[in-house]
């Protein structure tokens, strides 16, 4: 082992790794390749403490040692504080109790991890102290993930102006308005609080908010779409990821719009297309879209969809996912063939979103 070269040893462990990077990381596969040799366990370490998450089961379990043990770790190896990119705090939902010591070492050790980049917080359950506690951290992340009540929501996203990609769809709420930062470049959201935004009054787009993700299950898309046009948002995107049932409706009012939209996906094959089809933007590089089923007039649809994106210029992306129909999947592949564009085929729908934003989403 000690005359392999060291490329060689990061490439298996890095393989590891990137093979669960939309699935669960396999720890106990990377515990074992810390333990094969010395020239494993650095490589093997900065991958193990890459992302710390930290499950509500651990903040509401009594007696459980998981979060003193992790304190008590990162304080006395630096080194290993230092490899951390990513955090996510679970407290609870509102029906739990967080245990607030267990809340107060999560933070403890969010501190410790100056390196971060990324924080996935939830913060129903989350105490006055624990927002105290918050503003009290050295960490300047670029991506954030929050969910909870509006007022904490706000604290928040309002506390880490180093925030450029603002992830807000896993949790929808019907209460929450939020100020959108200034610096924001992404966003993610549900078409009910975006509408919320853009309608608000006085609202100012920020000038570099060029990524849209959208959550339209509920409905709601054609009031949303109305204040992305109205709003001038839609005329600034570079990339629109919509899902749910909503999105299959795509007006062109919107699409008129995205003058320079290069990346567009659908989750699911629109229930009017030839809208759609003669909307394309001509700007488009990527194209993608997911769906289950495909039938006669769902396989019509299709045809006329990879019509409209063969004569894109510019096209040279088409993405799609693996529990597509083997059908849609072979005529894809065949079009992509003949049409000279790279085909990507993700094994589940949620790999479509920004991989190249943040590699540990």
């Known amino acids: 082992m000690a005359t392999t070269p060291l490329d060689i040893h990061v490439v298996i462990i890095e393989w590891v790794y990137r093979s669960s990077q939309h699935a669960a990381i396999d720890y106990p596969t990377l515990r074992a390749c810390a333990l094969v040799c010395r020239a494993w366990t650095p490589i093997a370490q900065r991958l193990l403490f890459r992302r710390v998450p930290v499950p509500k089961g651990q903040l509401l379990t009594s007696g459980s040692n998981v979060m003193p043990r992790l304190v008590r770790t990162l304080r006395t190896a630096a080194h290993l504080a230092a490899h951390v990119r990513s955090f996510n705090i679970e407290l609870a939902t509102v029906t739990f109790n967080v245990r607030p010591e267990a809340s107060v070492d999560a933070l403890e050790a969010l501190a410790l991890c100056t390196n971060v980049d990324g924080v996935t917080i939830d913060l129903f359950g989350a105490t006055a102290a624990f ?102 948002l839609a005329a600034q995107l570079r990339s629109l990821y919509l899902f749910g049932h909503g999105a299959e409706v795509l007006p062109p009012a919107v699409l008129e719009k995205l003058a320079v939209l290069e990346s567009l996906v659908l989750d699911c094959l629109p229930t009017e297309v030839s809208g759609i089809a003669s909307g ?51 005529e894809i592949e065949r079009w992509c063939r003949e049409g000279g564009v790279e085909l990507v085929v993700y094994p589940e729908l949620g790999c479509f979103r920004r991989p190249r934003h943040v590699d540990w989403i």
């Open 280 to 330: 394309l933007p001509k700007n488009l590089r990527h194209f993608g879209y997911h769906f289950h089923d495909i039938g006669h007039e769902r396989s019509e649809k299709l045809q006329i969809l990879l019509d409209a994106a063969r004569a894109l210029p510019k096209l040279d992306l088409f993405t799609a996912t693996r529990d597509s129909s083997q059908e849609v999947l072979e």
């Open 131 to 232: 927002i105290a506690y918050l503003d009290t951290l050295p960490v300047r992340p670029s991506y954030l993930s929050v969910s909870g009540r509006d007022r904490e929501v706000d604290h928040v996203i309002q506390l880490w102006p180093s925030v450029h990609v603002l992830d807000m769809a896993s949790f929808p709420t019907e209460d929450i308005h939020v100020r959108m930062p200034h610096q924001l470049q992404a966003l993610a959201t549900s078409t009910l609080n975006m509408r919320k935004y853009c309608c608000a009054p006085n609202t100012v787009v920020p000038a570099g908010l060029q990524d849209l993700e959208l959550n339209c299950h509920g409905g709601l898309f054609s009031p949303t779409s109305a204040a992305l046009v109205a709003s001038g």
